[in-house]
């Protein structure tokens, strides 16, 4: 005979289980588990373990109780270690007990192992706190889902500790309109916590008499926890005070270049550039008659490093180059440009597009000049070009996409934004205006001139711009930086 642990696998996040559970799942010989048990657990089991998985998925249903008693009644007589591995803690709305009854009653030895509640941490996950000193003396964890449907949810509103539902949300018009017959305040605040501790968690907040109508037009989706009391509205989570629009690799440097301050960072929006099929395609086209042009000219680094990278992929020869004179947009381009072709013949005194512009107008007679850059950015470079009659084609080698990583809420919470390119304000602005956001009172910063022109059209100065164009001058930049409160409501 064995043992079978009521094991809590706590509320999603798989490094927020016990010591204790976690040891038991490595010599475990059977689990069977529900869906809210994170899948990453399930990793550690040794070799030949034996996994079951008894929850509810999408269209399917649970098994039913008895079949998952009997399952435990008999693992336990025929294993050692049996883990019967629950969300968030096995007493707390996870019929635990029924467990417990099946296994007395067939004299299996069973031990109990607590965990973190998702009534608890799944709000504070969320900043919200369910005690908060002359707020809320008490908690009250309350299931929102009963068979029986004409349950009166007015009797918690006398309750005067912060309410905490699980498995309601598809009864969140009933609880909400319950309170408030019952005499709670219409304004009392109220949040929906869905998908907690998931990279899809989000949050929803609204007086009680609106957070049913929000939690829908929002699509909150479930397992999601709703909370109700004056704490509701508390948001105590931490927030990075330099809030970054960039790559990956850009961030990573950043986050490396600040060392010991590196928790001052958060990457608000993620930034990728791809190479447009098209834009492959004019390039080699104009490269395969490279001869007809005089000159070559980036408006970006990375137009540079794309452009090296599909001249390799082609095997071009890129002695075809020689004799071709070269401009960059700033002396970030210029550097990458000089290290693949050796010489660069024009960077225009100030480093935005217009002066590019500008500079070959004033520089190039009569030569086809071969304009390499992204989709977006500023067209007023070709105007000037035309105005100048000269003689030009322009590829638009690639585009940049922006990935929102917060609740578009969260922009308008940044102290201070950090820019690394012109497209990253073009895409966290467009985000901004799609979420309400007003960024006229902000801070900002960025990464050299193309970047502070793209702020700059908006009529918003930058506090300061940083030469060279590197994550290490940003990340000593920002050191010097004073900061105010931490957090702006
Ligand atoms: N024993 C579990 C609760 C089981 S009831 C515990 O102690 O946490 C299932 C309910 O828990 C869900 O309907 C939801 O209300 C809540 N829940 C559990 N994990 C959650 C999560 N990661 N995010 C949001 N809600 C969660």
Same mark, same amino acid.
């Given at each position: 005979m064995g043992t079978v642990y009521l094991v809590g696998a706590g509320p999603g996040d798989p490094e927020l289980i016990t010591l204790k559970a976690w040891k038991l799942i490595q010599k475990a010989d059977l689990i069977v588990y529900d869906s809210l048990a994170p899948a990453e657990l399930l990793r550690e089991a040794p070799e030949g373990c034996e996994l079951v998985h008894v929850g509810k998925r999408a269209g399917q249903h649970s098994a039913a109780q008895e079949e998952i008693n009997r399952i435990l009644v008999e693992g336990g007589q025929k294993y050692g270690t049996v883990i019967r591995l629950k969300g968030g803690d096995p007493f707390v709305f996870g019929r635990g007990g029924e467990e417990v009854l099946a296994l007395q009653a067939a004299g299996v030895p069973y031990e109990l192992v607590p965990g973190v509640t998702s009534a608890v941490a799944v709000p504070e996950n969320a900043g919200i706190p369910v005690t908060h000193r002359k707020m809320a003396r008490s908690f009250h964890v309350i299931t929102g889902?009963?068979?029986?449907?004409?349950?009166? &949810?007015?009797? &918690?509103?006398?309750?005067?500790g912060t309410l905490v539902f699980l498995m309601g949300l598809s009864a969140l018009p009933r609880i909400s309109a319950g309170l408030l017959s019952g005499g709670m305040a219409a304004a009392t605040p109220a949040a929906v916590v869905s998908r907690g501790f998931s990279t899809r968690q989000r949050v929803c907040r609204a007086p009680l008499s609106e957070i049913a109508e929000k939690s829908k037009a929002e699509h909150m989706e479930a397992p999601a926890i709703i909370v109700v009391g004056s704490c509701a509205e508390l948001d105590f989570r931490y927030r990075a005070p330099f809030c970054v629009t960039g790559s990956d690799t850009f961030f990573a440097r950043l986050k490396r270049a600040m060392g010991g301050d590196a928790g001052m960072l958060s990457h608000l929006m993620r930034i990728r550039l791809s190479v447009r099929d098209e834009g492959k395609d004019q390039l080699r086209q104009a490269f395969s008659r490279i001869e007809e042009f005089g000159w070559v000219v980036f408006t970006s680094a990375n137009a540079v490093t794309m452009c090296e990278e599909i001249a390799k992929e082609d095997g071009y020869d890129m002695s075809r180059l020689n004799g071709l004179k070269f401009g960059a947009i700033g002396p970030g381009t210029a550097e990458r440009l000089e290290s693949l072709v050796g010489h660069v013949d024009l960077v225009p005194e100030t480093y935005t597009s217009d002066a590019l512009g500008e500079a070959l107008a004033k520089n190039v007679s009569g030569e086809k000049i071969l304009i390499i850059r992204?989709?977006?950015?500023?067209?007023e470079m070709f105007a000037i070009l035309d105005r100048a009659g000269a003689d030009y084609e322009k590829v638009r080698l690639y585009e940049a996409e922006g990935e929102l990583l917060t609740a578009p809420a969260e922009i308008g919470r940044a102290e201070v934004l950090v820019f690394a390119s012109a497209s990253g304000v073009e895409n966290l602005f467009r985000a901004a205006e799609q979420a309400g956001v007003e960024m006229g009172d902000m801070r900002f910063v960025c990464i050299g001139d193309a970047t502070a022109e793209a702020l700059r059209k908006r009529g918003l100065e930058p506090e300061f711009v940083t030469y060279p164009h590197t994550a290490e001058e940003m990340a000593r930049r920002l050191k010097g930086l004073k900061l105010g409160k931490q957090t702006s409501e």
């Amino acid at each position: 005979m064995g043992t079978v642990y009521l094991v809590g696998a706590g509320p999603g996040d798989p490094e927020l289980i016990t010591l204790k559970a976690w040891k038991l799942i490595q010599k475990a010989d059977l689990i069977v588990y529900d869906s809210l048990a994170p899948a990453e657990l399930l990793r550690e089991a040794p070799e030949g373990c034996e996994l079951v998985h008894v929850g509810k998925r999408a269209g399917q249903h649970s098994a039913a109780q008895e079949e998952i008693n009997r399952i435990l009644v008999e693992g336990g007589q025929k294993y050692g270690t049996v883990i019967r591995l629950k969300g968030g803690d096995p007493f707390v709305f996870g019929r635990g007990g029924e467990e417990v009854l099946a296994l007395q009653a067939a004299g299996v030895p069973y031990e109990l192992v607590p965990g973190v509640t998702s009534a608890v941490a799944v709000p504070e996950n969320a900043g919200i706190p369910v005690t908060h000193r002359k707020m809320a003396r008490s908690f009250h964890v309350i299931t929102g889902h009963t068979a029986d449907e004409d349950l009166d &949810y007015s009797t &918690y509103a006398a309750l005067e500790g912060t309410l905490v539902f699980l498995m309601g949300l598809s009864a969140l018009p009933r609880i909400s309109a319950g309170l408030l017959s019952g005499g709670m305040a219409a304004a009392t605040p109220a949040a929906v916590v869905s998908r907690g501790f998931s990279t899809r968690q989000r949050v929803c907040r609204a007086p009680l008499s609106e957070i049913a109508e929000k939690s829908k037009a929002e699509h909150m989706e479930a397992p999601a926890i709703i909370v109700v009391g004056s704490c509701a509205e508390l948001d105590f989570r931490y927030r990075a005070p330099f809030c970054v629009t960039g790559s990956d690799t850009f961030f990573a440097r950043l986050k490396r270049a600040m060392g010991g301050d590196a928790g001052m960072l958060s990457h608000l929006m993620r930034i990728r550039l791809s190479v447009r099929d098209e834009g492959k395609d004019q390039l080699r086209q104009a490269f395969s008659r490279i001869e007809e042009f005089g000159w070559v000219v980036f408006t970006s680094a990375n137009a540079v490093t794309m452009c090296e990278e599909i001249a390799k992929e082609d095997g071009y020869d890129m002695s075809r180059l020689n004799g071709l004179k070269f401009g960059a947009i700033g002396p970030g381009t210029a550097e990458r440009l000089e290290s693949l072709v050796g010489h660069v013949d024009l960077v225009p005194e100030t480093y935005t597009s217009d002066a590019l512009g500008e500079a070959l107008a004033k520089n190039v007679s009569g030569e086809k000049i071969l304009i390499i850059r992204s989709n977006s950015g500023r067209q007023e470079m070709f105007a000037i070009l035309d105005r100048a009659g000269a003689d030009y084609e322009k590829v638009r080698l690639y585009e940049a996409e922006g990935e929102l990583l917060t609740a578009p809420a969260e922009i308008g919470r940044a102290e201070v934004l950090v820019f690394a390119s012109a497209s990253g304000v073009e895409n966290l602005f467009r985000a901004a205006e799609q979420a309400g956001v007003e960024m006229g009172d902000m801070r900002f910063v960025c990464i050299g001139d193309a970047t502070a022109e793209a702020l700059r059209k908006r009529g918003l100065e930058p506090e300061f711009v940083t030469y060279p164009h590197t994550a290490e001058e940003m990340a000593r930049r920002l050191k010097g930086l004073k900061l105010g409160k931490q957090t702006s409501e």
